[in-house]
Structure formats: C-alpha cells, structure tokens
C-alpha cells in the first residue's frame, strides 16, 4: 500500500489510461488505497470489467472502452464524465504495447511488405506515444493548478535492441520534457517513470524453466524483477504533493539494470 505520507489523495480525479491489468492495475489499487476516485481506461473490456471487480472492494472505480489512438474517442469519453468528474487531478499515462522481436524495420523478415511496414508504425506509436499526447492534450484543460501527469515510460528508450517499441518510448521522454515546459504556467507538473524489467502476466518466468529463471534473476542489479507495486509507488511519489518541485523529469526504476554492462559481472558475487 502507499505511503500515506505522500499524499492522501482523497477525493482526487484520477484517470489511468491502461489500467486493466499489469502496472496500470497496480497502480489504480494505489491510488485507490490513498483514498482517490479512479477511472481506468483500455480497449479491453472484458479485461477492464475483471479489473473493475478486483478494485471496486477497495475504493470508488469505473472503467470505460476508449481507443486512445482516436481523438473522438477520448473527447467522447470525457464529455461523458464531464458531470460526474468535472476536474481531473492526474493523468497517469500507462497504456502501451509491444510486439515479439520487435525491430523497426524487421529486415531479417523475408517477404515484409510496405502495408506490414506501416500497419506496425502505426499500431505502436498509438499505442506508446500518441495515446498520450492526445489525452495529455484534451485532458490539460480540465487539470487544476497543482494537477500532475505521470507517463510511463520504459528503459526500453535508451537501448537500441527495442525496436519501435524502443523508439516510441524515447518519444515519450521527449513529451514528458515539452508538457513540463507548456504546462507549468499552469503550475500542472508533468514527469515519467522509466522501469526495467517489471514482473507481470506477460514478463513472468516459467517456474519450471531454469534457464529463465536464471535470466530472470539477472534483469537488475539487484537479482530480481522489479515489482508493478513498486512502479504504483513512484507514480504516487511524482503525482504527490511531496514532488510539488520535481517537473520535466524521467525517474529510472529499473534496479540498475540501465547501468549494467559487462564490466560490472565481476562485482556481482561481491559480498
């Protein structure tokens, strides 16, 4: 559970695109937690209706079908709730997706043709980037003095093995920078968080797997995935009062897996 230090966040808006399963779930029960009214977003109803029932016995949640790659649809969606919610308090920016094998340009595919080529761009920088841009830029007008938004990131943005994936997440780095700096007259903070390898229904080793399990252990300096609580706990850190000074920012949470290279192997078994 948060910290009840941070902020209490009681009666707060909160909206939490991607917050059907995974970090955004995790996330959601945090703020829920800290006393905030949360609504989820996701394409997935079916997943967002599971979500709805896991996190309505801890506070006041509502979950809405929204493709977040369609303007129409977030300005739809939020004239919806226009009455019901007519400020929004945090934006916590989490939806995303990825692809197996993810290049940018999958050159070692044979028979790739130009409508795969732009039907992948078009898919993940939705999904990673625009959603965000568009409802960071429909939703600012409803934020209060004082409001926050936190996107989720990825340590995926500085190496280059990501692909688009990759490549979407440094453009979101990049959002985070300019939003701070549009916004702040406005006294509206906006930041990211960055995690590495974070435990969740679609990263979980296979128990029976050594091999994996190995690996597993090795995603961060500190022998072990990262939990989605522990991302929960930075969001409401950057959305709090107790970072009413922090803005433009991206916080790494990654264990130290961003600085691990081959040189620090020989410190690993250093007690």
Request: proline fraction near 3%; charge should be negative; include cysteine.
């Amino acid at each position: 559970m948060a910290n009840a230090h941070l902020s209490t966040f009681t009666n707060k808006n909160i909206i939490i695109t991607g917050g059907n399963g995974g970090i955004g779930r995790a996330i959601a029960l945090e703020f829920l937690h800290a006393g905030a009214r949360v609504i989820i977003l996701g394409r997935n109803h079916l997943k967002g209706v599971e979500t709805l029932k896991m996190l309505q016995p801890h506070g006041d949640a509502m979950f809405a079908s929204v493709d977040l790659g369609e303007s129409e649809e977030i300005v739809r969606f939020l004239a919806g709730i226009s009455t019901t919610h007519p400020q929004i308090d945090v934006l916590v920016n989490c939806a995303g997706a990825g692809e197996s094998r993810g290049g940018s340009v999958k050159v070692f595919v044979d028979g790739q043709t130009r409508a795969d080529i732009d039907e992948r761009w078009d898919y993940l920088a939705a999904s990673n980037l625009q959603s965000a841009y568009l409802m960071s830029a429909l939703t600012a007008p409803r934020m209060p003095d004082g409001a926050a938004i936190v996107n989720i990131s990825s340590t995926a943005s500085i190496h280059g093995n990501y692909g688009l994936y990759g490549t979407f997440k440094a453009g979101l780095d990049g959002l985070t920078r300019s939003l701070a700096v549009e916004l702040a007259p406005r006294n509206i903070r906006v930041n990211a968080i960055s995690p590495g390898w974070i435990q969740t229904a679609n990263t979980l080793p296979d128990a029976e797997d050594e091999g994996q399990a190995n690996w597993a252990a090795n995603t961060s300096l500190l022998r072990r995935m990262g939990q989605p609580h522990e991302i929960a706990d930075a969001t409401l850190f950057l959305a709090s009062e107790k970072a009413s000074f922090v803005t433009g920012t991206v916080l790494t949470v990654d264990g130290g897996l961003s600085i691990i290279d081959p040189t620090t192997e020989s410190w690993r078994d250093v007690k």
